[in-house]
């Protein structure tokens, strides 16, 4: 199992930008992938790139506004989140899975313990 670390959530204003690190170790980690968890709702797939070749894909609710992106040598993985919005305030996951299309929960057999991003209108 990969071991997966997030930081960088935190409280911003509408408009503004984050950027969430994931420093990963151990495992097979074809795909690193973010989701994010409002309170109340479902655990909702937000991003993913591959660690060969760094292909990456959007949810369309952040297509945009969002990068995904890696640096190997560190071993780690960021979300640059600009423009952000109210409704983006979650609990972000980072997750990791040998599957190179995974982009549910259940896919994903590592995750992080989670990050909280706030954001206020």
């Known amino acids: 199992q990969v071991q997966l670390v997030e930081s960088g959530g935190g409280l911003v204003q509408a408009g503004g930008s984050l950027r969430l690190s994931c420093a990963a170790s151990?495992?097979?980690?074809?795909?690193m992938a973010w989701f994010r968890q409002a309170p109340g709702k479902e655990r909702d797939f937000v991003a993913r790139?591959?660690?060969?070749?760094?292909?990456?894909y959007y949810s369309d609710s952040v297509k945009g506004r969002v990068t995904i992106s890696r640096d190997n040598a560190k071993n780690t993985v960021y979300l640059q989140m600009n423009s952000l919005k109210p409704e983006d305030t979650a609990v972000y996951y980072c997750?990791?899975?040998?599957?190179?299309?995974?982009?549910?929960?259940?896919?994903?057999?590592?995750w992080g313990q989670g990050t909280q991003v706030t954001v206020s209108s």
């Open positions: 997750a990791a899975t040998t599957a190179i299309y995974a982009t549910r929960p259940v896919d994903f057999g590592s």
């Open positions: 151990g495992g097979i980690r074809n795909v």
């Open positions: 790139i591959r660690w060969s070749g760094g292909s990456t």
